[in-house]
């Protein structure tokens, strides 16, 4: 084995077994070693001499540019690290970013759901409101014991309108062909107590269509049927006010 150690043609395990072995000392092996490390140098003088081809050292030269070439390239950074590395690094990049932005996107996505739902919800809630009050106008207004009440205007060509109360269910006001007030204006229901000075209840606020029409519902409104003298409307700004604003525009007894 020691030829082929001064060789360097050992596998790893024999190299590793020689070197244990050379360790402990052993002068035997140790000048057999130095023997075969002298015999394997004179090699080099057994090999006659040989000048090399044109073609050789073309070639040869053509490798000694490319590989010098390729030396004169930064294969390593400032700070010595391979540039393999600083690819792994990259990619390793490259999939945080994705994996980032493919998160963001399904949490936008999810957002977007989210938000869908709510509208639809919202949508259902408003439909269902709308169907209640549909139903509790419909059930005021064929009711017997509803209580008819028509408001009349100062003025003779104004046409009138007409109220139902229902005790437990409310009241329904209802007009036909009435001008909408200018602007964001309102027409606004008030409730006028039968007990002296009494204040008069706001109540809610509506505005015709394009055709002049509107139905108000006005769910358990305030007060009592028993505690009120008449309905009245005024004209008022967006919104409402808390107190009417002369002149009254349609007033009613309840009789």
Same mark, same amino acid.
């Given at each position: 084995?020691?030829?082929?150690?001064?060789?360097?043609?050992?596998?790893?395990?024999?190299?590793?077994?020689?070197?244990?072995?050379?360790?402990?000392?052993?002068?035997?092996?140790?000048?057999?070693?130095?023997?075969?490390?002298?015999?394997?140098? @004179?090699?080099?003088?057994?090999?006659?001499?040989?000048?090399?081809?044109?073609?050789?050292?073309?070639?040869?030269?053509?490798?000694?540019?490319?590989?010098?070439?390729?030396?004169?390239?930064?294969?390593?950074?400032?700070?010595?690290?391979?540039?393999?590395?600083?690819?792994?690094?990259?990619?390793?990049?490259?999939?945080?970013?994705?994996? =980032?932005?493919?998160?963001?996107?399904?949490?936008?996505?999810? @957002?977007?759901?989210?938000?869908?739902?709510?509208?639809?919800?919202?949508?259902?809630?408003?439909?269902?409101?709308?169907?209640?009050?549909?139903?509790?106008?419909?059930?005021?207004?064929?009711?017997?014991?509803?209580?008819?009440?028509?408001?009349?205007?100062?003025?003779?060509? =104004?046409? @009138?309108?007409?109220?139902?109360?229902?005790?437990?269910?409310?009241?329904?006001?209802?007009?036909?062909?009435?001008?909408?007030?200018?602007?964001?204006?309102?027409? @606004?229901?008030?409730?006028?107590?039968?007990?002296?000075?009494?204040?008069?209840?706001?109540?809610?606020?509506?505005?015709?269509?394009?055709?002049?029409?509107?139905?108000?519902?006005?769910?358990?409104?305030?007060?009592?049927?028993?505690? =009120?003298?008449?309905?009245?409307?005024?004209?008022?700004?967006?919104?409402?006010?808390?107190?009417?604003?002369?002149?009254?525009?349609?007033?009613?007894?309840?009789?």
């Amino acid at each position: 084995m020691f030829e082929a150690h001064a060789l360097g043609a050992l596998d790893a395990a024999d190299r590793a077994a020689l070197e244990a072995h050379l360790a402990t000392g052993c002068q035997d092996c140790a000048k057999a070693v130095e023997e075969a490390r002298w015999l394997v140098s @004179q090699l080099a003088y057994l090999a006659p001499e040989a000048a090399p081809s044109d073609m050789l050292k073309g070639r040869l030269m053509q490798t000694v540019r490319a590989e010098a070439k390729a030396a004169r390239r930064p294969s390593l950074s400032k700070a010595g690290i391979p540039i393999w590395l600083w690819a792994g690094v990259a990619a390793l990049l490259l999939v945080t970013l994705y994996s =980032t932005w493919n998160a963001q996107r399904m949490q936008r996505e999810i @957002q977007a759901a989210n938000e869908r739902t709510s509208l639809i919800l919202q949508q259902r809630r408003e439909l269902q409101a709308q169907l209640d009050a549909e139903r509790i106008t419909a059930a005021i207004l064929v009711d017997p014991a509803s209580v008819k009440i028509a408001l009349a205007s100062p003025d003779s060509q =104004t046409p @009138q309108l007409e109220a139902r109360w229902h005790s437990q269910l409310g009241i329904v006001l209802t007009g036909q062909k009435i001008a909408a007030p200018s602007g964001n204006r309102v027409l @606004q229901l008030w409730l006028i107590p039968k007990a002296s000075g009494g204040k008069p209840m706001p109540s809610l606020t509506v505005r015709p269509d394009a055709e002049g029409k509107f139905v108000l519902l006005v769910s358990n409104p305030p007060g009592i049927l028993a505690q =009120t003298k008449a309905l009245a409307i005024t004209e008022e700004p967006e919104g409402g006010s808390a107190q009417p604003t002369p002149p009254i525009h349609w007033i009613g007894s309840v009789s």
